[in-house]
């Protein structure tokens, strides 16, 4: 391994609102990024989608100013990596050419349609037992009721679209699509195809569509990619794309990841058993295991990972970062007053850093207000589609930076559920996480962590481009570039956090309330929501 040889990657994180493109060094380092927008469109009866050649323009426009902004670099740049949303379906033909618009991880269309399949007698939780066991034994999970998983897009193509379904050549996920228009090749890594929940994951070096899952879904498997393992080189770039930014036609591809398991290597919790925790519009606490795994009440397990060999526990809790988003721009500043608010200080960050502010001039407890950040239910530690945000314990002496306070740590009181599980399901406790996301650039919220779960939290450094980092990371590893180790190494940490135990004493005991608020509403949610709520 040279240490001296110059190389660059040229990364892309493809996101559901907009592309962030970026060059990366062999330490890690974003060099510059350029951010793309696109739109998404949504329909009334739950469908949600996105033209996957707006993704590709996206991608071409940014890499061109990433590029000619450093052509004293474009000769060094030795691959492509990608990190994208998971969970989406992009339908194209022979000639690699998407036929509709992508259906994105937000569409819920097909949850009829999977539901039929897997709810029949007898049953737990809405599974089929038997059928249940057996997706547990080869997956690790199982279809959600959800239908955002891409097998319930390609179930809703295949009863409503079935022009569409018959036109398809291949079914891709959104970073597989983009490897596709990179290469001409159509293939699928297996951390990409997990959530098609088609494939035998019990031997992490050799996984495949198994036979009987193909059957249960009735997929023919000539319309899936081939799978390869995480990290593997898929070829180098087509003549034309090479023409079109001018590289080298030389420049490698590699398969990538999607957004969460690159967000691990972002984190540099990359050795099994380091912890990272992520906090943006959702949040998750994960880590690399090396072991399948499921644990189905609290609705985790261990998938394959984006480094060959590896599971990563799996889990997302559904609005953390979101609940803030909400609180600005729902109740304290409607679209009127923000668009002013906006007009004066030129800067949405500017916005968040006020709210920081406002939320420090309350002290640890919020005055005794607690908020439960439930805005769209729960999938960890509880599946609960009923379950719903609210303020609790509000007297007259509250004031406004009480209500801030309390959604930073209503979203740590969630984590802190979630940790429980989490450490139970690996037999052990972190020693520390890592914290990345657009919430970790709060030193607030770092320490109100710290507080709440009694860990100490390593402030990742530019926490907002850990996706955009680990798409650089991993293909530097997978071009043979940098170790395993290098990544943790190259990884800076801004700050850490030690818990304060005063605040931890009075954290333990609200949180005990906080479940309690669960236990003892849960059944008035489902009352309240059953009604509005399909599925």
Known sequence: MNYKEECYILALDLGTSSAKIGLIDRKGHVIEMTTEPYPIFFTENGGAEQNPEDWWKAFLSGAKKIIQSHTNKKEHIKGISISAQWSGTVCVDKEGNPIRN????????????????????????????????????????????????????????????????????????????????????????????????????????????????????????????????????????????????????????????????????????????????????????????????????????????????????????????????????KLLFPDDILTKKMNITSSRDQIYEDINEIARQSPPGSNGVIFTPWLLGERTPVEDHFIRAGFYNISVHNERSDFVRAIFEGVAFNNRWLLIYIEKFIKRKFDYLNFIGGGAKSDLWCQILADVLNKKIRQVENPVEANLRGAGLLGLYTLNYITLDDISIHIPIRKEYEPVQENVKLYNEIFKQYLEIYKKNKLIYKNLNKNKIKG
């Open 102 to 329: 992508a259906i994105s991880w937000m569409d819920t269309r097909g949850a009829i349609h999977v539901q039929n399949k897997i709810k029949t007698f007898p049953s737990i939780e809405g599974y089929n037992i038997f059928q249940l066991m057996r997706f547990i034994n080869l997956t690790g999970g199982a279809p959600t009721h959800s239908g955002k998983d891409p097998i319930a897009h390609i179930l809703y193509l295949k009863e409503e679209e079935p022009e569409i379904y018959k036109k398809t050549f291949k079914f891709l996920e959104p970073k597989d699509f983009i490897n596709l228009k990179l290469t001409g090749k159509y293939y699928a890594s297996y951390d990409s195809i997990t959530l098609h929940w088609l494939t035998d994951n019990r031997n992490i070096y050799k996984i495949y569509y198994h036979p009987a899952l193909l059957r249960f879904f009735n997929i023919e498997k000539e319309k899936l990619p081939e799978l390869i393992p995480p990290c593997s080189v898929i070829g180098t770039i087509l003549p034309e794309v090479a023409k079109q930014l001018e590289l080298r036609g030389d420049v490698k591809v590699v398969s990538g990841t999607p957004d969460i398991q690159s967000a691990i290597i972002g984190s540099g919790a990359v050795k099994d058993y380091e912890g990272h925790i992520y906090i943006g519009t959702s949040s998750w606490i994960s880590t690399h295991v090396p072991f399948k795994k499921t644990d189905l009440l609290h609705n985790m397990a261990s998938l394959p990972a984006a480094l060959p060999g590896k599971y990563f526990v799996a889990n997302d809790q559904e609005t953390a970062g979101y609940s803030l988003t909400y609180f600005i721009e």
